[in-house]
């Protein structure tokens, strides 16, 4: 059984509590144009959407990351990724206050990678790939997770994507547990989802793990996430709809002795 959602006294509250709706000013990115909903009110503190050509954001000023970023990802997007060589042009959010926002520094000598929430691998061209380098769409990743677990994960889901025409995809951190930790400035997240929804099907459901080498890789209702995580991702949805369950890829683990970069 998980965990309260715990950050210190900041982010102590009710899941119960009534949704923050507010409107999204990039509903394209969101299915039926309804972004995700905040039930845990803590979480809302200092958050700011921030909008991108292909994707969105959510960010907290709290753990100078992502609560989440959305995607509505389309085939052809996908397809006009595959071209493109890696810019890794990674850098601070010149639209966020310094005092809530990752630097460069926080994540140097962290240990930790800099993990996209709206994979790289997604961008259709250089302007949108620019974007996706932002600090603002990175959690502090473990590396082998970020590699051998969750590389694969982002791999499934532009298959998926290429096969379906299109999916909305939502990707964040969630922070449980009381034993919590900082890289310079941001919170490291205890573990990490990507929500998957497919509008042709009108099904959804979602990876789960925890941010650490060789962890288990869950697939869990999104009903069941929400529950967790304190944020109603796919508020169009009815709970009945929340409760059924998209076909997700069983994911093999890549292990490190058979990795070769």
């Not at 210190?8 to 949704?19: C, D, I, M, N, S």
């Not at 889901?157 to 900082?182: C, D, H, S, W």
């Not at 409760?243 to 069983?250: A, D, F, G, Q, V």
């Amino acid at each position: 059984m998980f965990q309260k959602i715990v950050l210190g006294a900041a982010f102590v509250g009710t899941l119960l509590a009534p949704a923050l709706a507010l409107a999204s000013s990039c509903p394209d990115h969101y299915a039926d144009g309804r972004a995700p909903e905040i039930r845990n009110q803590k979480l809302a503190v200092a958050t700011r959407e921030l909008c991108y050509g292909v994707f969105g954001i959510m960010h907290s000023g709290v753990t100078r990351t992502p609560l989440w970023s959305a995607e509505n990802l389309r085939a052809y997007n996908v397809a006009s990724a595959q071209g493109l060589k890696r810019d890794n042009a990674f850098h601070a959010e010149p639209r966020l206050p310094p005092s809530q926002r990752a630097e460069l520094d926080d994540y140097a000598r962290s240990g930790y990678d800099r993990g996209h929430m709206a994979p790289n691998g997604d961008m259709p061209d250089r302007r949108s790939q620019r974007e996706s380098f932002t600090l603002a769409n990175m959690v502090p990743q473990d590396g082998d997770h970020n590699r051998h677990i969750w590389a694969p994960i982002e791999g499934a889901v532009r298959k998926m994507a290429k096969k379906e025409g299109q999916l909305y995809v939502i990707t964040g951190p969630a922070f449980l547990g009381t034993n919590l930790r900082k890289v310079g400035n941001v919170l490291v997240p205890s573990h990490v989802y990507k929500v998957v929804y497919s509008p042709r099907q009108k099904l959804a459901a979602a990876w789960f793990t925890e941010n650490q080498s060789n962890a288990e890789i869950r697939v869990i209702p999104v009903a069941e996430l929400e529950r967790i995580v304190g944020i109603e991702f796919l508020p169009s949805l009815s709970r009945q709809q929340k409760e059924r369950m998209l076909h997700l890829p069983k994911i093999r683990q890549k292990k490190k002795n058979n990795f070769f970069s």
